[in-house]
Nanobody, 125 residues
Framework: QVQLVESGGGLVQAGGSLRLSCAAS????????MGWFRQAPGKEREFVAR????????VYVDSVKGRFTISRDRAKNTLYLQMNTLKPEDTAGYYC??????????????????WGQGTQVTVSS
């Protein structure tokens, strides 16, 4: 089992920055990839970014490319999401997730086995 705990959310003005962290514990040796998803009220949970645990290969949803950066510190078993130039439409609950099995995608919630409790990001205009 793997446990995930997010931190770093908050309220920020448009154009500002936040860095989210996700600390993983337990059997982290099982992990193939980790990702960030977000969910706004009344909407489905959507993919934001993912990174493969060993190689560090990254993929982003188009709406955050050039603004968000996903990274991981394998020594600390921690995942990060640096969010710059935030927009009101980025407002959502942000969730980190971890996947045990290999995939060529990692953009679908069904590919992830473990989830954090979420952290709220609110961007005011």
């Amino acid at each position: 089992q793997v446990q995930l705990v997010e931190s770093g959310g908050g309220l920020v003005q448009a154009g500002g920055s936040l860095r989210l962290s996700c600390a993983a514990s337990g059997r982290t040796s099982l992990l193939n990839a980790m990702g960030w998803f977000r969910q706004a009220p009344g909407k489905e949970r959507e993919f934001v970014a993912r990174i493969t645990w060993s190689s560090g290969s990254t993929v982003y949803v188009d709406s955050v490319k050039g603004r968000f950066t996903i990274s991981r510190d394998r020594a600390k078993n921690t995942l990060y999401l640096q969010m710059n130039t935030l927009k009101p439409e980025d407002t959502a609950g942000y969730y980190c997730a971890a996947a045990k099995y290999y995939s060529t995608n990692y953009r679908d919630t069904a590919e992830y086995d473990y989830w954090g409790q979420g952290t709220q990001v609110t961007v005011s205009s």
